[in-house]
């Protein structure tokens, strides 16, 4: 996480200042459920949360008591007494840190998703409103980078689309998974205190209970939700290198869309890099390697080992800020992205009619041509084509032994794009829903 | 996947054998399909059934020529129709290469999935039977490896049932995301086929349609299965370095079961080494790693390129295949395990009481010590047990500031191990539902 | 490792029989010194070379034993004696398993980086006769996808060759890491047998002893290198993205070299696909995936753990099997590569002249033109080229602005392609040494 | 990077402020080039060194260029321009920003290794220390975390020692990988600029030029350099977990240093935890994942895209500055880390002569007693002991079997611990040379 990869309101889930805020809530809304209980006076619940609601927690101060105490929610508690005076002994009872610090997690990830589905939701946005705006643009389809058949880019656009509606169902899981509240004590029997009080700061903060916390909420929810932001990541890469593809200037069928005020475009029009989506692909590479450490981490020794809190201090901001910026990086290159139909058209029709090859040789098949002689004919046809720059239809129908077995006007039917577009209705259905 | 560390079910999943019956099966459903929208005749589709059916493919004929065309599917076509006869030429009409095999990939991997599933649920089973079993078998819970309160050894159990349900449920929505079919032609726009193929195979096959296949079916499916296989196979680590670590010899709480024809463990029999988890560790490194690949094979070029396709043919075995293996050995071990109840008392107690230190600090303090003075009793008591050996109750009652603040009933009864299981029961039910 | 992508003699050394041979070897070499230090017999030392080295092992047979004994080293010396007689009780005299296992690895391991080394220098002789070739093929250089500067083919080729030089010289340091023996006993303290056996075995083997190894040989050195095979296999991956890139139809200035018997290739001729550097692109996944179980192998329990031991089964062959594999595919895929230049210089020459804009540009500010000035006199000539398709060198000339800072020779000299390749020589000298 | 995991010093390294000065020196050098060969005057350079050396910039001010430009190495040569004034036109002439970019990240790098090597001569120095401070303690080898045979705490430490002078050779090669300097132009084709320049640059900076750049540096060099780093960090990561085995409760060999202030040490003496180690295995995991997206950084596509600066800009500080920090860190455990001799001694002795039954069962064997036999007498001993408690030396006298075999000198000396240690001399000599 670095400020130029960052947007503030995911940095802000991280910052001191929202952990202590957090760290104070959960504090007192286990005092609230202690007071239910009769453990500590209500009395002490109320101040507690009038004084520290209203505290102006100071992050220096925090970190300079932690210098000494080498405990991080310890400084914090001894801050926050500072502030709401002797009723400060009834907080923290029968809790452990870790009570404090997973739940807190669980509430900045929870965050951190909810963000993310955000962005989601403003990529497919874009990304349906592109794919509607050229579902008929015709253009080549392409497997292993080389032509192949007719497809429209807004089937391209399609499939991107539910392909971010599947990592979203899939945060929708990962959020899910991560959003337990612990409140168990030193090894999760809650020796010292009420499973209630677990229930009520879960209901409070929008958490399930964990089950089984064993000081810890266990990792194997975390390192579920980093590989998932890993795999969505991917699908991010996936986007941004089909537009790096189809700006080469060879192809330059799409561009992302250039500010003016963007030095190098005026000497040289045609070096317009497609900067945006590279920097995904990097970024990409950054949200996926964090899956790793996620998941080394689920095999803590026995109740619990600390091994994890090193990796989930830098990888909780990291892949969370790094992806937010990247899903919003995305969709504006979506939204503004620069399509060029008519080099679409000039790329697909770059063989002469060369990329209807596969539905000349059906028809021959179909039309009782065995399929050795189909081959042949339409060999020796795409030959000249290929290698004299003929025009494949003026050849074919040139052809006696193809117009033996096809009429001209069935060859020239076999020309016709539309063919190749028209069950795009049906894609579009399957993907958007009924148009 | 190597033989010493699979199992049969598994492996014949990934055979030539099962991957050349299931493309015969795409075919022949997505025959019946095109005779009944009257592309091909019907009875040309019942042949194809009829005799494709009771064919036994040869391996060896269609490596001989696939080392020929240099293409897996059309050596199969064209060995299939050495079975079929002339209404052959009605197979794979207007179907592209990666309609077989991507939906072939799509149902080895459900059927993977499957018997991941019963793998998990025996694991499941196994965890129950054991945490039930010990639900009161009272052990050490410890943190960083140090010993911190009382818990039970089927609380233990009971996490990793709670950890394995929630892999179970994972594993589920893993497996739904790769259960789809796409039979959509070249680039995926259905120009050469009907939806309806589509539809019918997948029915057939018990998938769903691939709302938007280009070529190939998106490799964000592929990924987050293997993503979740190595959040599994992480989970599997974590209860394996648990039974490491109590089997290590100071702590020796629990034991793989060592069956008598072992060598070794006669001249030396405290030499019973965790060989069987030691191997799940590594085996779970394995399955983690090839979430990375997969990770990577989602950005494919444009509509397709093959560079998946040799990734898929190594971790499709060897993820699915040793993970499998991996579940069955754990089961095994937690079915067998040697528990020591004995051991963990011992250990216990090893420090004489001092691991109530922290509820007699806790019952002063709520005595109206304060936690400064409360600190300084319970450390001049506890450093006695840690330098001299004493016994910490015994130092305890004999203090008369502890004793002036607390009775001697209420001291000792915060040395009652009961206090940390009384809400055994609850997690247990959180767990197991209603006993 | 599956036989799709193997070779031969990198999966001898994998096989069995070739490990069983090495098992006897280190054995043998062992009871050498252990004769001349007087520890055994030195007849016994004598009959064992000469009726082991006689021997067949039976594979069978030894999995057989295994079965029963749960220990790979224990059966195979079971079988040995069946072989060597009375005299096998004096072999493995004070040495553990590991001994013999680990030091096999080491043997394994440094041939398969013999082997690894061979296919490097294939590929780098392939490289520079390639190299030198092309040494003067003009091609456009490009940056983001998009067009450049001119550089040549043979400076591509150089590249890859200076990398693959320092793939080289890795490998050699990597070969070297893991080259040692470890005949040093159960905890590594030579308990039981003097560390001369170690250095003689070691010396027998091409092998150094490892300093401190602690029943195992410490897998840093494992790490390192397959790391180092991660990297190699990450060169590979970028020249075959750099070639699949050249095949795409729309760039078309190399291609794989497409047999006859290949399928596909009449119908449509344009659709010759790079399947085998799409090929690589995936191999490179997977071999750069095996460093990290290899990492995390290094942090084994106190002496040893045995952990690492099914990684390695499985990435030993894995890793090395496939990258041999994959540097004798991308070393047949330069020998054959099919180079288009007269391509290269269409693709060049797209923008009719815009790629000597920046040297025009530079030319007018070395000609005293203020930098803005210069800007505005490219850009706006740049823009009829861009938007116009006119010519860039015409325009210049037409240009008063221009022509009365540079003369018409001053303004032809800066459209000379020899400018850009003039330090092709120093390059190559560079890379190639003195030619 | 965060700073609680940071040091100042690396740390520095990243800055703006190093970035700028670094990006200033490369420029000058240049220019000092560009002089001698007559390119630019003298006096231009020798104002550039002087105005441009004695300038501060502002990071604030180029930020704010930047957004503007959206290219950093223009907004920063603006703002030297307004230091330097009119002459600053012949700054960067003929070079191109990634010049610029990665000849400082090489700078960046190669500093940034030095102190890390610092770091790992200050770990070796502390390694040393202790190893030779505890060659003779003795204590019990491990393996499987069970009781293997006796060793010294020293080797332990000296195998450690030898592990780092590994992983720092490997760090000098590491840094010698990318330790290139690259001035060439916009395809490294020197186009604009005469390779002497880059040669001047080089050896000024203590870099080589690099034999072929691309405009960039390859990055097979990068990925060389993180993927050592993740090595170190895994060797880190088994120390650490060494010391955190050794500090178990039930094992309590060796402990990290607690100081005073920490709290919860007072009421519970044994809850001292391992955090700073455990810490260090977070921290290891983190520096390992960073390899990936460095090795995926290498397949740039054709002379450059720059997918990997976003990688760079996150891994270059994060790597570094964690690897720097963690080794800190693990010299400053070492350094004082507390060790229990005699706690080894009571492990050691835990069953009551069992660790020596492997000698015992040798002696007999070489006594002439058959393998099966010799098991037999060891096995019905060492069961007294490990089922009754008794002792097993006593036991093994009292057996007249086994005093048949051999005479109660004979057995005594098997309990001998010096046994195990008279070769640890060989081992220090082979590590720390001469004594």
Sequence with gaps: MIPRY????????????????????????????????????????????????????????????????????IAFLTHLAEFVGPDSRFIHQGMTSSDVLDTCLAVQLTRAADLLLADIDALLAALKRRALEHKDTITIGRSHGIHAEPTTFGVKLAEAYAEFSRCRERLVHAR???????????VGTFANIDPYVEEHVAKKLGLKPEPVSTQVIPRDRHAMFFATLGVIASSIERLAIEIRHLQRTEVLEAEEYFSPGQKGSSAMPHKRNPVLTENLTGLARMVRSYAFPAMENVALWHER?????????????????????????????????????ENMERNLNRFRGLVHSQRVLLALTQAGVSREDSYRLVQR??????????????????DAEVTAALSETEIREKFDLGYHTRHVDTIFRRVFGKS
Tied chains: 1, 2, 3, 4.
């Design 176 to 186: 899910e998974d991560i959003a337990t509240c612990a409140i168990s004590g030193a």
């Design 381 to 398: 046809n795409a030959m000249k084509v290929w290698e004299q720059g003929k025009d494949f239809l003026e050849e074919l129908l040139a």
């Design 6 to 73: 960052s947007r503030p309101e995911m940095v802000a889930i991280w910052s001191p200042e929202t952990r202590f805020r957090i760290w104070f809530e959960i504090e007192a809304h286990a005092c609230d459920a202690l007071a239910e209980l009769g453990v500590i006076p209500k009395d002490a619940a109320k101040t507690i949360w009038e004084k520290g609601g209203a505290a102006k927690f100071d992050v220096e101060r925090i970190d300079e008591i932690e210098r000494v105490t080498k405990h991080d929610v």
């Design 305 to 341: 080992d600390i091994s994890h809190s090193s990796v989930e201090r830098m990888i909780g901001p990291d892949a969370t800020v790094t992806l937010d910026f990247a899903l919003a990086r995305l969709t504006g290159v979506i939204d503004k992205l620069l399509i060029y139909p």
